[in-house]
Structures are given as C-alpha cells and as structure tokens.
Nanobody, 119 residues
C-alpha cells in the first residue's frame, strides 16, 4: 500500500519561511509527476507547484518567485520551500504523486499539513 505523508506545516508570521516535505512508503517502482496543492477554508483545492521526474517545475502565479519545489528521486521525497509567506498562503497543503507500483499506476494524495500565516 503506497502512502504519502506531508510534514512541516506550522504557524508562521508574514514574511517568514517554511519547508514542507512529502515522504513516501510502500512498494514503489516509479514516481512520475509530483505536486503540491492547497485548500483554504471555503475555497477549492488549487495547484501550487508541480515537478516532473526530470525536475522540470511549474508554479501558480501566486507563488512564483517565492516558493520552490524540489524532489529527491533516491529518497522518493518531495519538498516545498516557501519564502516570504503571506496571510493568503494559509491553507492545508497536500502532496500528490503519480506512482507505479508495478501492477498498477495511479495518483496518490497525502493527508495534508496545515500552514497558517498570521501575526
């Protein structure tokens, strides 16, 4: 059973930084695209950033230049470095990954980690 687990969420002041991690477990043959999404109260889940297996990254306009997505293909782990945080970045952050287990390939989601930006 493949699982994704996010960590690193916290309460931080505006202008501060956080680093989120998304770890994996279970039988994994290959991980293709990975991504970070977020959902604020009363809003739809939205994409924050995605990264391909080769490291090519794309960002939402709202986080471009402030957030950096990366991955470690040896550890099967993904990160999101968030700098110059704003109150509007407050949300539950979820990781997502397209994973092959050998007998199937599907998208997996983590359970989410809360990021709160407030003074």
């Amino acid at each position: 059973q493949v699982q994704l687990v996010e960590s690193g969420g916290d309460l931080v002041q505006p202008g501060g930084s956080l680093r989120l991690s998304c770890g994996t477990s279970g039988r994994i043959v290959s991980i293709y695209d990975m991504g970070w999404y977020r959902q604020a109260p009363g809003k739809e889940r939205e994409v924050v950033a995605v990264i391909s297996s080769s490291g090519s990254a794309n960002y939402a306009d709202s986080v471009q230049g402030r957030f950096t997505i990366s991955r470690d293909n040896v550890k099967n782990t993904m990160y999101l470095q968030m700098n110059r945080l704003k109150p509007e970045d407050t949300a539950v952050y979820y990781c997502n990954a397209d994973i092959s287990s050998g007998w199937n390939r599907r998208l997996y989601w983590g359970q989410g980690t809360q990021v709160t930006v407030s003074s």
